[in-house]
DNA sequence: GTTAGCACTCGTCGAGAGTGAGTGCTAACA
DNA sequence: TGTTAGCACTCACTCTCGACGAGTGCTAAC
């Protein structure tokens, strides 16, 4: 499609509009990149560049700025990116590894660990389309009144829960009944649990009988909860230090489209692609991003279901470095739920 | 110390910059507020008023604006902050009480609600000079190599860690274990766990002995990280909708503070005086906050210690609403308290 | 095919004029 | 003596205009 020096060019203004955020000039580009041609020529391939609509001039004496189209033929065809730094590395390691010893954090740290690198904002969904089942239920006494509910799912997810009663049973009978609830409950998810189900255990719980109700509603909505899909942003505060972003309204929608959970899964969208996505500028669905960049990529938990993990920054976000963190990131989260036991199958 | 005319100007004047973020002139006052005089008469005494230090002029043709002293004289002598709204009393019930079953949840949940009902980023620190202890220690089977330590505080709080042995005792034992960790530890912090005691714990645990270590020691950690005093900001981003902070840098760098632990707990200081406090501009210690007011509270939980609620504006913050939330809010923290059993002394 | 030269474009910056909001002062009035 | 109308003055803000310069496209020569 491009000759070899029309492609150099390029690739000179792409990189060099990604460092600079100004319109590169043909002299820059002469000076700059050492083409071994004059400002003239680079000029004239300029002007074919842009008949192309690989690269466009904001006024008629600017320097050019690559397009949407040229950002898409940089990604796909001239941009390599490295390995992670052995350093970068070990950053992730360190930072996922080490602070994840329980899956509800996994998303979290991910976050954290994709803006702390990059940079741009990151959002990481949980995985969905899974049902959780219960793995143990255990009641552990709290005071006269109340009593700790402590669920473990199937995906090694810890939540807890007071449960608040007229008169809470003391140790032992909480341990009597924990068992029983195990019994019953240990490998179900909430549709599994029949009125049949109940009916038995209220029975077997004798004169505690009053203390399974609250106990069976709470771990329904617990579960419940579970279902529902997570998200997560960090470093969303990086958008101030972008130039494209002076403008502080427009800074301040995207603050808040990435505040609310629903217009940020509008952004992820629905996972279907595997791999590392690049969608860029004008080629969002969303309008409010039509000026950014996305970059996101999907991950399979087991046969749990698919959770994406996403970096947003201007069009001319660094693209290389970006990919290179993501499937940093990704390979650390494939590690991470091997250490969790969660995985099975491949993440994409 | 002002007569009756000059003290409703200055009203007028801070009551309009509030408004308007606008300097305030005499024609405005005059039309605006009726005090029925003519602004020349207004002009006079807004210059004596500007002789006592309260008012002053960014330049010598604009309209003036309150100086930190004119805020302050307004705080202290002429501003009446309403009881709250009977709907946004009742908005602030729903979003703590109806939100906060578990005590480490009431921190964020203030926080949050703070910040929506006032539009002002908010900050609130935990109690701390707290020493917890243990209440409570439950140990659940996850999976053949790890089990979930549950940890109760007197506090209420309720925090867990996956704990992973080489190999995990079964759920019997667990059982077992648990009982006799809550014998030997219940009621102690972690300095009264002395050296005797985990000497005959150990002997007791006979052929699980192994797994106390691990277990002792996490348990620790655990109780240490909940004896450093955690804070929490929300509402951070609406700094964004201040004309004060259009200086992106200033917001950046505001952004940042708000991000830190450490600069947090700087912003606030140490808690001493009692009842409602405002840091007017200058009044701050940190130059940071020389062009912000701060609106903080104490509260104490029972003889635990004493945490901080704030908010934080720009100078021309709406006190008297600010005001009327924080000891809003200040009451539903007594609430939830007395609910959770947390309280028996009041709050400041 | 490449390049030097040149005219042209257009955003940016700074100076200068006009505008208007606001002030302080003064003199007159009740 | 307090209040007010009138007026000169100040100064931020806006607009315009010219100079500047970075950058372009075109042309002619190599």
Redesign the pocket.
């Known amino acids: 499609m491009l000759n070899d020096?029309k492609f150099k060019i390029l690739q000179a203004i792409v990189n060099d509009y990604i460092e600079t955020a100004?319109?590169?000039?043909?002299?820059?580009i002469a000076k700059k990149y050492g083409l071994?041609?004059?400002?003239?020529?680079i000029?004239?391939e300029?002007?074919d560049l842009?008949d192309l609509g690989l690269i466009s001039?904001?006024?008629?004496?600017?320097?050019?700025v690559p397009s949407s189209k040229g950002y898409r033929f940089y990604v796909d065809s001239m941009m390599q990116s490295p390995a992670l730094a052995e350093e970068e590395a070990l950053l992730l390691q360190r930072m996922l590894i080490e602070n994840i010893r329980q899956s509800e954090y996994m998303m979290q740290e991910t976050a954290k660990a994709l803006s702390r690198l990059t940079n741009y904002p990151a959002i990481v969904s949980e995985p969905y389309l899974k049902k959780t089942a219960i793995k143990h239920i255990q009641l552990v006494p709290l005071d006269e009144k109340s009593i700790l509910l402590v669920l473990v799912t199937d995906t090694k997810t810890v939540k807890n829960q007071v449960v608040n009663l007229s008169a809470a049973p003391g140790y032992d009978v909480l341990t009597k009944l924990s068992a029983l609830l195990n019994r019953r409950l240990s490998g179900l998810s909430i549709r599994e649990i029949s009125r049949e189900c109940i009916d038995k255990m209220l029975a077997e719980f004798g004169e505690h009988a009053h203390v399974l109700m609250p106990i069976l509603g709470i771990t329904a909505d617990m579960i419940q909860a579970e279902d529902d899909v997570r998200v997560y942003t960090s470093g969303v505060k990086n958008i101030l230090t972008f130039p494209e972003f002076s403008d502080k309204a427009k800074a301040e929608q995207i603050f808040h489209a990435l505040e609310d959970r629903a217009s940020l899964f509008e952004i992820l969208g629905t996972p279907k692609a595997s791999g590392i996505q690049i969608i860029i500028g004008e080629e969002n669905a969303l309008d409010l991003l039509k000026s950014c960049s996305l970059i996101k990529a999907n991950y399979t938990i087991d046969n749990q279901g698919t959770g994406c993990i996403a970096l947003i920054g201007p069009m001319r976000m660094d693209y290389a470095q970006a990919v290179s963190v993501l499937s940093g990131v990704l390979q650390n989260i494939r590690h991470v739920m091997d250490a969790l036991g969660l995985r099975n199958g491949g993440t994409d």
């Open positions: 020096r100004e319109p590169v000039g043909s002299r820059t071994g041609v004059s400002s003239a020529t000029r004239n300029m002007s842009e001039q904001l006024h008629s004496s600017s320097g050019r």
